[in-house]
């Protein structure tokens, strides 16, 4: 009979099936939303039909991950790249996704977008940069086991500001084939008394993961993936794409679940129509925005949701490597240059700073005292041009220690249920006795919350979402939904304005089950997060007629 939902609660809203599984590109549902449901339609067929149906030469698919997903997607001649994702030929992108649907092992497809770098023109000469975020008469600790990755051109061994404490993944023994990579590590991490420039935190070990000219998201998830197994504390991500790629999403929270700080510069293109860009808009990434030299938005800043700090972004001292240093008639390795792309490492440097001072702290509380300790620039509060405003490191290394937001990332069900991590998360609540969970939610930066849970037969749980601010909403789902967006599998929701939510859980079944609390942020009342207190305790099963009918929409 499965899950049902008791008369107690709010009224079941059962949406309508959903179409039948196909793979497309994820659609943007809103400025930061993420792909719900999971791209699911077929890529197009192969030969000139699907030349001209994407521009990108080689498709993304996602699998479980199984051998045997290995196995079929292999045999179709995808090549791996993660521990669920595959790059393929467009041209054979579908016979891929079909053999791994037929599976049962097939999660999304999507064309494997192109990123590129967030840098704008150089600059004037005017020296500055560094002073705004780390004072002058602030000491440095000692720099030890903290590093920095890099994503992005190779870092130039040869250069004296960055070569020496650099570690390097794929390096194959050529020089670096542009100069950005060296441009943004100098900028978080060059080390002083070279004659160089400065970092934000000099001399701290870097870790380069060098990518093409060219980027495709394959290439960028295949840099994060191994930045993550070298266990670096921060990862730099110093590129944007208006397209949202799902691989890429799954490699990040898995780098954020790993305990990584994510950096990524906000994008360029204000002036281009401010698209939102990715992976700054991805949840729990620190989203960096530029400031020109009156610590105002730079003119090309992207302004969103997203956006979490600032920092200069105009005019800011770049090391750079010789064979590049052509754009200031100086050929001393040093230049001066724009962008988001350089206000990025101002802010990994600063983490990798709190994070040497302060290691006790997680990846996330990091990120909220980065937050929590940031210089406020123009109207109080958090703003879509600056975030909450200048990342300040002498006011992060101080602030007050933050609450633990539990078992994040858990922003939808793949990330909950095994499905980008190869194991389901443990269940919170396993049947009996009462289980709570105090945690947050952000309508741009953390907007939902998964919680697995079991039902033992025939029994009941009961559902209790009180707020401490804010105001969260609450939600259910049978255990086989596979996203948020299996509204068929919906089984119930509670959004009231005041007071607590509730809802309560019927399992009829001769056997365990399992379903999805689901706790959603929302924007009522002029305020976008939330802190609340989650209880789920057992509760009578009742042997209502009404409670018959719902167990029997619930199967709908």
Not at 98 to 126: C, I, K, M, N, Q
Not at 215 to 233: F, K, P, Q, Y
Not at 343 to 365: D, F, I, K, N, S
């Amino acid at each position: 009979m499965g899950l049902a939902l008791f008369p107690a609660t709010v009224a079941v809203a059962v949406a309508a099936a959903l179409a039948a599984p196909a793979l497309t590109a994820p659609a943007l549902a809103s400025s930061v939303s993420l792909p719900s449901p999971l791209p699911m339609s077929l890529p197009p067929g192969g030969g000139a039909h699907a030349a001209r149906a994407t521009s990108t030469p080689t498709w993304l698919v996602g699998a479980r991950a199984r051998p045997a997903a290995v196995r079929l997607a292999r045999r179709a001649g995808a090549r791996r790249i993660g521990a669920d994702t595959f790059v393929v030929a467009t041209g054979r992108a579908r016979a891929a996704a079909r053999a791994l649907r037929a599976a049962g092992l097939l999660t999304f497809a999507e064309p494997d977008v192109r990123f590129h770098r967030a840098s704008a023109l150089d600059g004037h000469p005017e020296q500055w940069a560094r002073a705004p975020v780390v004072l002058p008469t602030l000491a440095a600790p000692p720099v030890g086991t903290v590093s920095i990755g890099i994503a992005d051109d190779l870092v130039d061994p040869t250069n004296p500001d960055v070569g020496p404490q650099t570690r390097y993944l794929n390096r194959d023994g050529s020089p670096p084939a542009g100069p950005h990579g060296t441009e943004v590590a100098s900028v978080a991490a060059a080390a002083a008394g070279n004659g160089g420039v400065m970092g934000v935190l000099p001399g701290a070990p870097l870790v380069s993961y060098a990518l093409p000219q060219q980027i495709a998201c394959s290439d960028l998830v295949r840099g994060v993936n191994r930045l993550t197994a070298a266990r670096v504390a921060v990862i730099n991500i110093s590129l944007t794409s208006p397209n949202l790629c799902v691989a890429l999403y799954a490699a990040v929270e898995r780098a954020i679940r790993a305990g990584i700080i994510v950096v990524a510069a906000a994008g360029n293109e204000f002036e281009q129509g401010n698209p939102v860009e990715y992976p700054a808009a991805f949840p729990h990434v620190l989203s960096v925005a530029a400031l020109d030299t009156r610590l105002l938005p730079a003119s090309f800043s992207n302004a969103n949701a997203a956006v979490d700090l600032s920092a200069p972004g105009e005019q800011v001292p770049v090391a750079v490597p010789l064979a590049f240093d052509t754009s200031d008639g100086a050929a001393d390795g040093i230049t001066r240059a724009d962008g988001t792309s350089f206000a990025a490492p101002m802010v990994a440097g600063a983490a990798a700073w709190v994070r040497t001072v302060r290691p006790r702290l997680t990846g996330l509380q990091v990120a909220d005292v980065l937050r929590d300790g940031a210089r406020n620039l123009g109207r109080r509060g958090w703003d879509p041009d600056t975030g909450w405003g200048l990342v300040n490191v002498a006011r992060a290394v101080t602030a007050h220690r933050p609450a633990i937001d539990p078992l994040e990332p858990n922003e939808d069900i793949p990330f909950v249920n095994g499905t980008f991590s190869g194991h389901a998360d443990r269940a919170i609540y396993a049947g009996h006795g009462t289980r709570s969970v105090r945690a947050t939610v952000d309508y741009a930066e953390d907007p939902t919350d998964v919680y697995r849970i079991r039902l033992l037969p025939r029994s009941a749980a009961r559902v209790v979402l009180r707020p401490a601010y804010g105001d969260p909403d609450l939600a259910a789902y049978d255990g086989r939904a596979r996203s948020l967006g299996a509204h068929r599998r919906l089984l119930g929701r509670s959004a009231r304005s005041r007071g607590a939510d509730r809802l309560v859980l019927a399992n009829r079944d001769r056997r365990t089950r399992t379903a999805y609390v689901v706790v959603n942020a929302s924007r009522t009342r002029g305020r976008i997060n939330a802190r609340y207190r989650l209880t789920i305790t057992r509760a009578r099963l009742s042997p209502t007629r009404t409670a018959r009918r719902f167990s029997r929409a619930s199967r709908r």
